[in-house]
């Protein structure tokens, strides 16, 4: 497995994420299967219910559920041997000192804390169902997001203290199932066709959304504030002393889609670029955050003609840089343009998920 790390130096503070090397056969599944050929079907649940919680009418919730419950038996998945990094930790919930340390800490480390996010299925595993539609199941990636917490400090005679804790990300799905103290969601990333559709519609029906909000992808700053996040929700804002979460960050209101597990500050500006793709028009949007976070400084339709995965880009101090899988492409815009000033640079198709750097050299991206 590989480790990546983000860091922050205000205040000394870094996050960690890890992931495997190479994307994994399910994530690859999840993009071609649901976006390409589920989304028509998606398309028209989207325009039959109403995607907020409460959106069932006419028949009543209680039913539903025991219809789900007769229906769908949903079990334990198993992790493969590749996947025992992922497997579930539980909550501690309140920092403990670490007295055992191995080596020393260099004399010029900085004080602050380093925080990890990362998938921690809440009832102890993943989950799979089976029912009279076939089966369906979650990926790796789909447990609730779990930060862990490393604090170092550094006493008058320069002596260190470090202490852990972790907690879970409180967002809207983990609170309703932590009080409902079950799985409640059907599996619908991974699975037979039927199965992941009805697994989706029934969401939609019994919880206003076909996937649970994970929030479990990235830690990122910005403006002094921390923020969790994965690309199927609003980032999380999270007390960096405690791990709490503070609430949903939406950017004043003003962002109402995906928002990505990546965004990026523009370097001399401190704006935050940020970007959201969805399975209907548009299917791809870039914002642009002020400097203090406080405002939504541009929203741009891509324009593009059809959904794609896309989870990551790239900024220099001049243009952004954004790619997507199939055909495949690269464009290049400036961090105000719109869709007709990209240039589209066409490529042999690949499939990248992260990108290390991006930079100018004289007028070269």
Known sequence: MATTFHCSLRPSMCSGRRRPSSISISATRLSHKIISTAKPYFKELQQQFALRTGAVNSISKRLLGAFVESTFTLSHQPLRPTEGNFAPVKEIGEIQEIVDIAGEIPADFPEG?????????????????????????????????????????????????????????????????????????????????????????????????????????????????????????????????????????????????????????????????IFGFNLDRPFLTVGIVSADGKKLKRKVDIELDRCTYCHELGVTTTLIEFEKDSYARIGVMPHYGDASSIIWFYVQPFCTIHLVNCFEEDDEV
């Open 113 to 273: 804390v380093y925080i990890r996010n990362g998938s921690n299925p809440l009832f102890g595993a993943l989950h799979s169902s089976k029912s009279i539609f076939g089966k369906s199941h979650d990926i790796w990636v789909e447990g609730e997001g779990m930060l862990h917490g490393l604090y170092f400090t550094k006493s008058s005679d320069n002596t260190w203290t470090i202490s852990y804790t972790n907690r879970y990300v409180q967002s809207d799905t983990y609170r309703l199932e932590k009080e409902l103290k079950k799985p409640c969601f059907i599996p619908s990333t991974d699975g037979d066709l039927p199965a992941v559709l009805i697994a989706a519609a029934l969401n939609i029906l019994m919880y206003g959304k076909a996937f649970k909000n994970i929030s479990n992808t990235s830690v990122f700053e910005h403006a002094g504030r921390v923020f969790s996040a994965a690309e199927n929700d609003n980032p999380h804002e999270i007390d960096l002393y405690s791990l709490g979460t503070l609430g949903s960050w939406n950017v004043d209101g003003e962002w109402k889609m995906p928002f990505t597990a990546h965004p990026k500050v523009i370097p001399g500006t401190g704006e935050l670029v």
